[in-house]
C-alpha cells in the first residue's frame, strides 16, 4: 500500500510540476483599492453599501452613457504564447434581463503601461443575472504574433447601463496564470512576483500522509 501511495504521489508531482502557477484573490476589503485604471465613462469607489464577502466591493458607475466603461481589476504582465489566464470576480445587480449589468472581459497591453491597448482579448458572453451575486468567470490563453509588443493581459469588469448613475458592484476576484514568471497586480496596485507551486504543496502533503503510515 505504501509503495502504491508512493507511486501515486510521484505522479501527481510530477504532473502538477508542469503546471506551476501563480494564484491570487482580491476583495477591497483594505478600504481604499479601487481599480488599476479604468476606460470609458466609468466611475470607480471602494464601497461598502454591498458585499458578497467582507464589507467591501468595488462600486462601479456609468456617467454619463456612452461607450463600454470598464475597470481594470487585474493585469498580469511577463506573458508570453500559450500561457493561460484564468479569472472570477462576482458581480451584484438586481435587474434581471435588464440594465444595469456586468460583464468579465480582457485586453492585451504592452507589459509596461496599463493603459496601453494592444487588442481584444475578448471574454465571456454571459452577462450578470440580477439575482443579487452572481459569478462571472473566463479563460484565455494569451497569443502574441511576435511583432505586436503585446505581454500583458488586463482582465476588465464591465458596465452597460441604460441610465444615468446605474451602478453594480465587484468583489472577491481570484485569478490563476500558468505561467510563474509572470507578475500580477491586483485592483490596489500591488503586484506578486513569488509563484504558487502546485507541485511544492502537493509533495509537502505526500510526505506528511507518508509519515503518518
Known amino acids: ?19 506551476a502557477a501563480l494564484s491570487w484573490t ?36 456609468e456617467n454619463p452613457l ?18 493561460v489566464v484564468n479569472a472570477i470576480f462576482y458581480v451584484y445587480d438586481t435587474t434581471p434581463s435588464a440594465s444595469p449589468s456586468g460583464r468579465i472581459w480582457g485586453h492585451y497591453t504592452d507589459g509596461v503601461d496599463v493603459n496601453s491597448y494592444q487588442g481584444s482579448a475578448s471574454g465571456n458572453s ?3 443575472d440580477g439575482s443579487g451575486w452572481s459569478p462571472l468567470t473566463n ?21 452597460y447601463s441604460d441610465t444615468v448613475g446605474q451602478s453594480i458592484y465587484i468583489d472577491t476576484t481570484s485569478i490563476i496564470v500558468s505561467n510563474d514568471n509572470a507578475k500580477i ?6 503586484v506578486i512576483p513569488e509563484p504558487f507551486m502546485f507541485s511544492a504543496l502537493i509533495l509537502g502533503l505526500g510526505v506528511l500522509f507518508l509519515r503518518k503510515k
Open 1 to 19: 500500500m505504501k509503495k502504491l501511495l508512493t507511486i501515486a504521489i510521484a505522479v501527481l508531482f510530477c504532473s502538477a510540476s508542469a503546471f
Open 26 to 61: 482580491y476583495g477591497w476589503e483594505d478600504g481604499t483599492g479601487t481599480a488599476l485604471g479604468t476606460y470609458g465613462n466609468a466611475i470607480v469607489s471602494n464601497s461598502t453599501e454591498q458585499a458578497y464577502e467582507g464589507t467591501h466591493s468595488l462600486k462601479l458607475i
Open 66 to 83: 456612452g461607450g463600454t466603461p470598464q475597470a481594470f481589476v487585474w493585469w498580469v504582465t511577463g506573458l508570453s504564447s500559450g500561457d
Open 126 to 128: 454571459t452577462y450578470s
Open 139 to 159: 479563460t484565455w490563453t494569451f497569443t502574441t504574433d511576435g511583432t505586436d509588443g503585446r505581454t500583458g493581459l488586463v482582465v476588465e469588469a464591465r458596465i
Open 185 to 190: 497586480y491586483n485592483a490596489a496596485g500591488q
